[in-house]
Every structure is written in structure tokens, then in C-alpha cells.
């Protein structure tokens, strides 16, 4: 009997996959089968060109080596793994990290949603305003940094002035924005949330340019407010675009490397984990020790983009789960 059933149950699994393949028109899998045409060799040709200097820095991360001794290469094992996990340094950094990530990330969200709605609304001179929000976006990271770095330097900078003379006098115009972890941590941020917001509302305004204006008319007709309306039809309808704009700016916050470097130089606890890699790397030319560093960033981005894509469950395939 135990083997009947067994047959039954194997025999029914194996119509529902036949029915679930079959449930697929033509016209679908022609498409899948062009977008792998289309999107395959640029995807061998990336894994390729990637493949190489990931394998290589993990095969130098069990090594202790030193540039300025190569003679003295040792095989460690994972020993420059554990060093790392086992260093207060490593962690701060990381902690460092993420509290740029998740605040740049949550205050360009907000802002790249206003921007991306008040774009989608204008209709007259939409080519101007997109070019306008743009600007800061196509500025060279480097540049963008330094111009934060000598605006709000006490000797240099002119902000210290406008405060003093908005605040009647009552602030300092000799505070010292990089005096201290916060203060510093504040500018980085700001420095980040302005040059990078303009690509987080470009991605959202593709997809509020996707949702059915239809659907939110009946919801107003319905009486519902206009939050209840974004929550429940807006929201939702573009919920891949807020994934990927949510994933692209994660990753690259969390490699943050320019504004630290060139404002702080990881001065007041301010250096970041791609600094660290950095330092070790080139500063100290320690080769192993940087490649397991490299490795763990690596990983980190990695778990990142992974727990993402699962919070938000959607499938760019076919729609929400």
C-alpha cells in the first residue's frame, strides 16, 4: 500500500510540473528564450571579467603576505579571516558602514520619492527639471567631496558664516565640523544624500511612470485620501522599481569610499570597511590580510542584495509574489 501511494503521490507531483510547464504560452517562452539571447553573452562576458579578481583575492586571503617581503610568503590558511572577525577595528568600521548605508539609504528614499512624484506631475518643463535634478548626480564623486570638504571647513568654508549670521550670531564660526565623529559622520552623509538622491528619483520615476492612473482614480472616487491612495495603489504598483533603487543605492553606499577618504581620512572613528581594505591594502601592503578584507566586503554586499530581494519578495519576471 505504502508503495501505491507513493506511486500516486510521485505520478501527481510529476502532471503538476507537466501542467505548470505546459501553463507557459508560446509567446512566453519565445521571450525567455530571446532575453537569454539578448542578455546572455553580456552576462558570460561579466562573469569573466569578475570571475578572475574575486578568485584571486580569496586565493591571496590565505596567505600571509606582505608586499614589501614576498620572499616571506606563508600559507595561513583562514587565519587572516579570523584576525579580522576577531578585531574591534574591523567592526567599527563595519558599524560605520552601515550606519551611512541605512541613513543615506532612508533619506534618499523619502527625497527621491518626492522628487520622482513632483517630476511625474509637471508636464510643461519636465526636460528642464529632470536635467536640473540631474546635476548633482553627474558631478565626479572626488569633486563633489572636496566641495563639501571646503564649504563647511571652519577657516575655509562659507556655511559656518551663514549659520552664524542666520542664527543672530549665536553659533560658532570656528566649530569644526571634522572635529568629531557625528559632526563628521553628518557631513558625509549630507555630502552622499545630495549627489546620489537624483539617481534614487530617476529609478523611481520609471516606476511611477508604470503604474495605472486608472486604479488611483478609482480609489480617490472611492474616497479614499491621498496617503491611503499611494500606500495601497501606488506603493504597491511599483514595488519592483522601489526594489531595484533601493538595492543599487545599498550596495553602493555600503562601498562608500570617496567622501570619508577625502574629508576625515578615517580620522574620529570615521573609517569606513572599503577605507580599511584600502589601508591595509596600500597603505601598510599587506596583501593577504587586504584580500581577506576584500573578501569579507565582498560577502557583506552580497548578503545585502540577497536579504533585499527576499524582504521584498517580487519577481521581475512575472509580477509580485
Not at 509637471?122 to 540631474?134: A, D, F, G, N, Q
Not at 555600503?254 to 570619508?260: A, E, G, K, L, V
Not at 578615517?266 to 587586504?290: D, F, K, P, R
Amino acid at each position: 500500500m505504502s508503495t501505491v501511494a507513493e506511486t500516486t503521490t510521485g505520478e501527481r507531483s510529476s502532471a503538476r510540473r507537466s501542467e505548470k510547464k505546459a501553463g507557459l504560452s508560446d509567446r512566453t517562452r519565445g521571450e525567455r528564450r530571446l532575453g537569454w539571447k539578448l542578455a546572455g553573452p553580456a552576462f558570460i562576458v561579466m562573469l569573466l571579467v569578475t570571475f578572475y579578481p574575486i578568485a584571486y583575492a580569496l586565493y591571496l586571503s590565505l596567505f600571509n603576505y606582505r608586499l614589501t617581503d614576498p620572499a616571506a610568503r606563508k600559507f595561513v590558511w583562514f587565519q587572516n579571516y579570523i584576525t579580522s572577525l576577531s578585531d574591534p577595528l574591523f567592526w567599527k568600521a563595519t558599524g560605520i558602514t552601515a550606519f551611512i548605508t541605512i541613513v543615506t539609504l532612508i533619506v534618499e528614499l523619502i527625497f527621491g520619492m518626492a522628487i520622482a512624484m513632483v517630476m511625474n506631475k509637471i508636464v510643461l518643463p519636465r526636460k528642464t527639471l529632470r536635467t536640473v535634478v540631474l546635476i548633482p548626480y553627474s558631478i565626479i564623486t572626488v569633486v563633489s567631496a572636496f566641495s563639501w570638504l571646503y564649504a563647511f571647513k571652519f577657516d575655509t568654508g562659507f556655511f559656518n558664516h551663514w549659520l552664524h549670521f542666520l542664527s543672530f550670531g549665536a553659533f560658532d564660526p570656528t566649530y569644526n565640523w571634522f572635529g568629531g565623529t557625528w559632526s563628521s559622520l553628518t557631513i558625509i552623509c549630507l555630502s552622499e544624500i545630495w549627489k546620489t538622491t537624483p539617481f534614487m528619483s530617476l529609478l523611481l520615476l520609471a516606476g511611477l511612470a508604470q503604474v495605472d492612473r486608472s486604479m488611483e482614480e478609482a480609489a480617490e472616487v472611492d474616497g479614499a485620501s491621498w496617503w491611503q491612495r499611494q500606500v495601497k495603489v501606488v506603493f504597491p504598483s511599483m514595488k519592483a522599481a522601489i526594489m531595484v533603487a533601493v538595492v543599487f543605492r545599498a550596495l553602493d553606499a555600503f562601498r562608500i569610499y570617496d567622501n570619508p577618504f577625502i574629508m576625515t581620512g578615517g580620522a574620529n572613528n570615521t573609517n569606513t570597511l572599503s577605507m580599511l581594505v584600502g589601508q591595509t591594502t596600500v597603505s601598510q601592503a599587506e596583501i593577504g590580510m587586504g584580500s581577506a578584507l576584500a573578501v569579507l566586503l565582498f560577502v557583506f554586499v552580497l548578503i545585502i542584495a540577497a536579504g533585499l530581494v527576499r524582504l521584498f519578495k517580487v519577481d521581475l519576471t512575472g509580477g509580485n509574489k
